[in-house]
């Protein structure tokens, strides 16, 4: 039976990058579980704390991720659907791989660089030990399969590397190597502002990316501002290789019409963006727009979402128990 483990850190709005990038294949993976197969998916508080925090605002970020990911088409009766710092057992494990990660491995870590800049010595020990909880996170339910963008494949490399360096330091199988699971035609969605940057939560922009939240005017406007350059499409998508962003908006085109950006330019080539803007527009608020009415009538009962959290760490916290354990008497730590 497979696995399906993936998590997304609580910080403000699911963007269209996450959505694309991630959500829609946990939500294609959860319709297609079968048998045995189970899904957890979670918010990353403990992730969250590693940068700035604040305590209110995170609080209000779990619950309203949370809506989000059920709107998006989690299904909290399919999957287990919970907030990590309600399984102890996150940060428990995570310890205890402390003494088989190695420091030059996280030396190697780009998110580590990226988001610590020119001030490293000023980063949290978090930030730079932020991998090996995300270790823990899989590793904890066996996780077979691990539905993330692009950017997170090195921690899932990483991952892998300490789950293998484990099971041979302790002569045991205890922990299965998960292997993830990137989309194609959208592994990376790009800034709309910058075709070189991510499109991400942290951009001061909030021009730069498309939030599940933002009504249709707001779309229509974003897009219509998204930077391109002059030339029309071309019909060959090798074409748009130093165009990175025409590309991306070819690429969220066709992630969108699950099509391949080929088929998309099939259609477009020879068009300027005049025409392809407007049509990409109607096809976001076409998509995202029944995913911020499901949004707006879950934000209306808190009550409910904190007790299918409550549920879901309790199923969480279940299914954790026996690795844990065994990475305890693994170690020589407990019988
Ligand atoms: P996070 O919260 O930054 O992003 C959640 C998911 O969205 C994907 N993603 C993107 N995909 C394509 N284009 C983009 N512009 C884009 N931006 C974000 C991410 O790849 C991710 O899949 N460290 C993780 C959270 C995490 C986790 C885990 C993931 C914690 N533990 C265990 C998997 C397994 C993170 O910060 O993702």
């Known amino acids: 039976p497979q696995r399906i483990v993936s998590g997304i850190q609580p910080t403000g709005n699911l963007h269209l990058g996450n959505y694309l990038g991630a959500i ?8 297609a579980m079968t048998g045995d197969s189970r899904c957890y998916f979670f918010l990353a508080s403990l992730h969250a704390i590693t940068v700035h925090n604040d305590p209110a605002q995170l609080r209000a970020n779990v619950r309203e991720m949370a809506a989000a990911l059920i709107a998006a088409g989690i299904d909290p009766s399919r999957s287990i659907l919970f907030s990590q710092a309600q399984v102890p057992a996150h940060p428990e494990l995570a310890w205890l791989l402390n003494g088989t990660a190695r420091i030059g491995w996280l030396n190697r870590m780009t998110q580590f ?53 484990f099971n041979t330091d302790f002569g045991t199988e205890l922990f299965t190597l998960p292997e993830p699971i990137i989309p194609p035609a959208a592994a990376r969605i790009m800034s709309l ?66 099509e391949t ?11 300027g963006f005049g ?19 499901r949004l707006d009538a879950l934000r209306a009962d808190p009550g409910e979402l904190d007790r299918l959290l409550a549920q879901g760490a309790e199923r969480a916290r279940e299914a954790a128990a026996p690795t844990l354990a065994g990475a305890y008497r693994a170690l020589g730590l407990r019988d």
């Not at 950006?261 to 068009?271: C, D, I, K, N, T």
């Not at 976001?284 to 911020?292: D, E, F, I, R, S």
């Open 24 to 31: 829609r294949n946990w939500v294609r993976m959860q319709d």
């Open 261 to 271: 950006s080929a088929q998309v330019l099939a259609r477009f080539a020879g068009q």
């Open 275 to 293: 025409a392809f803007k407007p049509a990409l527009a109607d096809l976001l608020v076409a998509t995202l727009g029944p995913v911020k009415a």
């Open 193 to 258: 502002r910058e075709g070189g940057a991510k499109m991400s939560k942290s951009d001061p922009s909030d021009m730069s990316r498309i939030n599940l939240v933002d009504d249709a005017d707001t779309i229509l406007q974003k897009i219509r501002k998204a930077k391109t350059d002059p030339a029309p499409l071309p019909d060959d998508p090798a074409e748009l290789a130093d165009r990175p962003e025409a590309r991306n908006l070819v690429g969220i085109y066709a992630a969108l019409a699950d």
């Open 113 to 165: 660089k990226e988001k610590s800049g020119k001030n490293r010595e000023g980063a949290s020990v978090g930030l730079f030990t932020y991998p090996v909880l995300q270790a823990a996170d899989v590793l904890l339910y066996q996780a077979t399969h691990v539905p993330v963008g692009e950017d997170q494949k090195q921690h899932l490399e990483l991952a892998r590397d300490i789950a293998t360096k």
